[in-house]
């Protein structure tokens, strides 16, 4: 039974790892005759991979070179939010993926360097002697790939955990089917997360954003893994958003005592002519200490699935520099194992936000008795 | 680029160093493991985010 489980966990994961590699397959295979050197490969290589890495506005899933020489795009448009003169909603398939200026009532955009920028109706773009575009750019909501998935996942939890928590209630708190893949997980934030670093007293006002942040990066971390080629958590916006919320729970959330630590840290210990040349140092530190452990927070994750995706899609791009029976299999298989190592990457990140979260959570919430220090690590 | 090099050099020894010594610590102590476990992995990660930090440096 458990071979026949770990059997069927291999092979989906085989055909995972092998998705993204097709799909790049015949991007480049593909390439027209007269930009088959070296160099112009390597160019669109390197273009896929950071086209992967970004936000798009359209949902593709892979494109290919059909036989008149056009490219055919698999995938679905998402709508365009514009706030410019008024709203401006439209399709994204108007772009036709970046390559055409779009038109909607009388305006005119186009996407330049994945942003929208308002041309004429030739699309022209002007730039100033940095090469950067001059054009107006109106204010963007769009609902790009990235918002896609974010409500996806959202939609996804919300089904999974209200479907868990109405299971719960019908079979008398005792675990069945998903959640027994769950509770152990939710136990563990609970048991050795949440109340080794807040604190019996005060840790289940914690514990919903503990058990959302953890899930929500987990399973975006996941979503990144598959051919979808979906980059959330590896979008700076997404975990600035994600430490954004530590923040403001921290230091809303944060006792007397934790302020005292801030701005009083010695406390009675001193005179305050003693206390003083050591403030003037102590204290800008410690404000922005306050600023720092988010910051430290967002951009170990956005760092860690960036990379992870850089190295995945860099491997996998191996596979046709070598293009010989020897070099492209073995590069493939380091593509398959750091697919497995992304897949505890994913957790890992996902736990290790969870909790730092927590270890902040428990110094705002610490109230000292002064006899003893609150258990934090 | 040698910079970026050099650093992850020093990540990596960084990173086994605290491998090594949370091995030897478990080895001693086997009670403490999912202990050690944690803050090995916390301070594992402080780590890696440098090293991320001078790899988006280049």
């Known amino acids: ?377 | 680029m040698v910079g970026a090099g050099l650093v992850v050099i020093g990540v990596g020894i960084g990173i086994g160093r605290i491998g090594g010594s949370a091995m030897e610590a478990i080895a001693r102590q086997p009670e403490a493991y999912g202990k050690i476990q944690t803050a090995m992995l916390i301070a594992a990660a402080l780590i890696e985010g440098i090293g991320f930090a001078a790899l988006f440096a280049v």
């Open chain 1, 1 to 377: 039974m458990r071979e026949k489980f770990l059997l069927k966990l291999l092979v989906t994961l085989f055909i995972i790892s092998a998705i993204p590699s097709y799909a790049q397959h015949t991007e480049s295979d593909d390439a027209p005759t007269e930009l088959s050197t070296k160099e112009a490969e390597k160019l669109e290589r390197k273009e896929y991979i950071k086209h992967h890495l970004q936000d798009s506005y359209d949902f593709n899933l892979f494109s290919y070179k059909q036989e008149d020489g056009t490219k055919k795009h698999i995938g679905f448009s998402l709508p365009i939010i514009l706030w410019d003169n008024g709203l401006q909603i439209f399709s994204s398939s108007k772009f036709h993926h970046g390559e055409a200026v779009a038109e909607n009532n009388g305006n005119y955009y186009k996407i330049y360097h994945n942003k929208i920028y308002k041309t004429d109706a030739e699309g022209t773009i002007t730039y100033d002697e940095e090469h950067h575009p001059t054009n107006a750019k109106p204010l963007d909501f769009s609902f790009t790939k990235g918002v896609f998935m974010i409500l996806l996942t959202c939609i996804l939890m919300y089904l999974l955990f209200t479907s868990l928590a109405k299971s719960y209630v019908k079979n008398g708190s005792i675990a069945k089917g998903m959640g027994r893949f769950f509770e152990p997980i939710v136990l563990y934030i609970r048991d050795d997360i949440a109340i080794p670093n807040i604190g019996e007293k005060k840790y289940m006002k914690y514990m919903p954003y503990l058990l959302t942040v953890f899930f929500f990066v987990w399973f975006l971390n996941l979503f990144g893994l598959t051919p979808l080629g979906v980059n959330v958590t590896g979008n700076i916006a997404v975990t600035v958003a994600l430490a954004l919320l530590t923040f403001l729970i921290t230091n809303f959330t944060g006792t007397k005592d934790y302020w005292k630590h801030i701005f009083d840290p010695l406390g009675d210990s001193m005179p305050w002519y003693g206390k003083l040349p050591i403030y003037i140092i102590l204290i800008p530190i410690e404000i922005l200490g306050i600023f720092i452990k988010p910051f430290s927070l967002l951009i170990r994750l956005y760092a860690n699935m960036q990379a992870g995706h850089i190295v995945l899609m860099s491997l996998i791009g191996l596979m046709f520099l070598f293009k010989s029976w020897l070099g492209s299999p073995m590069s493939f298989m380091l593509a398959f194992a750091i697919s497995l190592i992304e897949l505890l990457v994913a957790l890992l990140q996902a736990y290790i936000f969870t909790m730092l979260s927590a270890l902040y959570f428990g110094f705002a919430a610490e109230e000292h008795d002064h006899h003893e220090e609150a258990p934090a690590h």
